[in-house]
């Protein structure tokens, strides 16, 4: 957790930003090995995964109204380029939060 730095210049979280309480966050380790982002409304998300030192990197969703992961279909992913990631629906809590996590991997 002490390697987290804000992405307050969006080269990580490049879209589905958001405003007010609908306002997506991302934050990435300071030696690009992981990333964190949070929406609370539960919207697509553009992430730049050329920001990941990867070469791969695996994708998971975190439902934080019941504290599992669900791997993103077609994970681990080329740390290139951006990807589109939607969490697909309500948590197990039926509330539209989610948290994306993801990992460089070789």
């Known amino acids: 957790w002490n390697l987290l730095q804000p992405d307050v210049s969006n080269t990580l979280l490049t879209a589905g930003i958001g405003a007010g309480a609908n306002r997506a966050v991302a934050s990435l380790a300071s030696d690009r090995s992981f990333a964190l982002l949070y929406t609370p409304g539960g919207g697509a998300l ?61």
């Open 46 to 106: 553009t992430v730049s995964l050329a920001a990941l030192a990867g070469p791969n990197v695996a994708a998971r969703w975190y439902d934080p109204a019941s504290g599992t992961y669900s791997t993103v279909s077609g994970s681990p992913f080329v740390a290139s380029g951006s990807r589109v990631f939607s969490p697909g629906g309500s948590n197990s809590a039926g509330d539209s939060d989610w948290a994306l996590v993801l990992e460089s991997v070789p």
